[in-house]
T-cell receptor, first 111, second 119 residues
């Protein structure tokens, strides 16, 4: 399994854009990059997934450079309700695979 | 759909007792996952099933843990005998291979979890 490295925690203020970068040097050719969000006392929730370049959905954007050894989750104009732990995962793809969640990044949004 | 359903939500037991956690996946999903989350070790994958068949149980900590999926709508995770170090939140998740490769291909749907305390 390709492991990931993320900052342990980040602070931000309401209305700011937050970028969380994840390193995954051993990513395999058929691995996708997936981000999950977890609130206290809840299970993780899917945010976004990508393979290369840029992916955007109604919640976030995901930037993946050409070498795919890192990725950046971008959350536009965060609010207090975005305070959560964010996990970067690599794996999956056309042959469903298991994931290594790691420790995640604890994002603390302040008023 | 009600989402992934887990029971019980909380379980307190004494060391040595048998514990059974239950999960009902989302209808139509063909993958089922059991995870364990602790402060020390984070979120760990214990075992996953495809079409009711266990595919990878390498994350199961030891022989005291066992998991079954007798049909597409039900799975159990059993700990026998339980120990204080088994105290954790246990999550069940389900997914559909039908979305693999699409923009949400790796989306797993997690249940609310079972908080287990072994005294």
């Amino acid at each position: 399994l390709a492991k990931t490295t993320q900052p342990i925690s980040m602070d931000s203020y309401e209305g700011q854009e937050v970028n969380i970068t994840c390193s995954h040097n051993n990513i395999a050719t058929n691995d996708y990059i997936t981000w999950y969000q977890q609130f206290p006392s809840q299970g993780p929730r899917f945010i976004i997934q990508g393979y290369k370049t840029k992916v955007t959905n109604e919640v976030a954007s995901l930037f993946i450079p050409a070498d795919r050894k890192s990725s950046t989750l971008s959350l536009p104009r965060v609010s207090l309700s975005d305070t959560a732990v964010y996990y970067c995962l690599v794996g999956g793809g056309y042959n469903f695979n298991k994931f290594y969640f790691g420790s995640g990044t604890k994002l603390n949004v302040k008023p | 759909d009600a989402g992934v359903i887990q029971s019980p939500r909380h379980e307190v037991t004494e060391m040595g007792q048998e514990v059974t956690l239950r999960c009902k996946p989302i209808s139509g999903h063909d993958y089922l996952f059991w995870y364990r989350q602790t402060m020390m070790r984070g979120l760990e994958l214990l075992i996953y099933f495809n079409n009711n068949v266990p595919i990878d149980d390498s994350g199961m900590p030891e022989d005291r843990f066992s998991a079954k999926m007798p049909n597409a709508s039900f799975s159990t995770l059993k700990i026998q005998p339980s120990e204080p170090r088994d105290s954790a939140v246990y999550f069940c998740a389900s997914s559909s291979l039908g979305n693999s490769g699409g923009p949400r291909g790796n989306e797993q749907f997690f249940g609310p979890g079972t908080r287990l305390t072994v005294l």
